[in-house]
């Protein structure tokens, strides 16, 4: 299926599904590789059936992932916003194992929600940069206290080294030039998929809500690894390091 074809799939949620995958890897053509990393990990240190918080969980995309290696695997995904939250919930609603959280992330009571006290794993990717360092430390400091002993907390996301900009700059106008190639082959952007999920008559609805609460995208921070290193460590993560980077993203780990 097309992502033109969305439009006649009003209930399709598997196909909401890979069209989300298509868009984001528009951006982030090496994020499935970025994947199996974090899932090798989670492998690694807590087993390969774990209990985990897909934390910003969005549609649904580590959790897929997740059940896909590790079917006895169970995850909890927690998010705000109603238009992905309902192609995650559509797309799992028959998969016992998997259940999900409608919180505000900068809300300090969020993890009250939750449906267990600990985790094995909690897990995010691509969402947290949304967030400002401030209310993203206190974030860390919460995800702390819901990871058990011996468990692992991983964030896959864009941390800016400011130290480089040279680099910086390379890597970026690069990286455009490629999404640019790809647009032109007929590949949703984040604006015309947002475009086609307002008009859908399912997602119409829970899409405008998501845009009350969002805008068009929200203007967070994207620090260093060695700030979120710090961070973690100071919020009781006893090891904190990379275990993967591309030139413009980085999967950090942190073990309670």
């Not at 994020?31 to 059936?49: C, Q, S």
């Not at 209990?51 to 695997?73: M, Y």
């Not at 028959?94 to 009571?109: H, M, N, S, Y």
Request: proline residues 5%; glycine residues 6%; contains cysteine.
């Amino acid at each position: 299926m097309t992502d033109a074809d969305i439009t006649t799939a009003t209930t399709d949620w598997q196909a909401w599904q890979q069209s989300w995958d298509r868009q984001q890897e528009w951006y982030l053509p090496d994020r499935e590789e970025r994947f199996r990393i974090m899932l090798d990990m989670v492998e690694a240190l807590v087993g390969t059936a774990p209990r985990v918080l897909d934390l910003a969980c969005g549609t649904g995309s580590i959790t897929a992932r997740l059940l896909a290696r590790f079917p006895e695997a169970t995850s909890t995904g927690v998010d705000l916003d109603p238009a992905l939250l309902a192609i995650a919930r559509g797309t799992f609603a028959d998969d016992e194992r998997v259940g999900f959280v409608t919180a505000d992330l900068k809300d300090p009571d969020w993890p009250a929600k939750l449906p267990y006290d600990s985790y094995d794993a909690v897990l995010t990717a691509t969402a947290l940069h949304w967030l400002h360092r401030e209310p993203l430390a206190d974030l860390y400091g919460q995800v702390a206290g819901v990871v058990r002993d011996g468990g692992v907390f991983m964030n896959a996301d864009h941390m800016i080294d400011e130290t480089t900009p040279r680099i910086n700059a390379a890597e970026r106008a690069q990286r455009h030039a490629r999404m640019e190639q790809a647009r032109e082959s007929g590949v949703l952007g984040w604006t015309e998929w947002w475009q086609l999920a307002a008009e859908d008559p399912v997602l119409a609805e829970p899409t405008a809500r998501r845009y009350e609460i969002y805008g068009d995208h929200a203007d967070g921070d994207m620090p260093s690894v060695a700030w979120h290193a710090g961070v973690l460590r100071e919020k009781g993560f006893a090891e904190v390091r990379p275990v993967w980077c591309s030139p413009s993203d980085t999967l950090l780990l942190a073990m309670k």
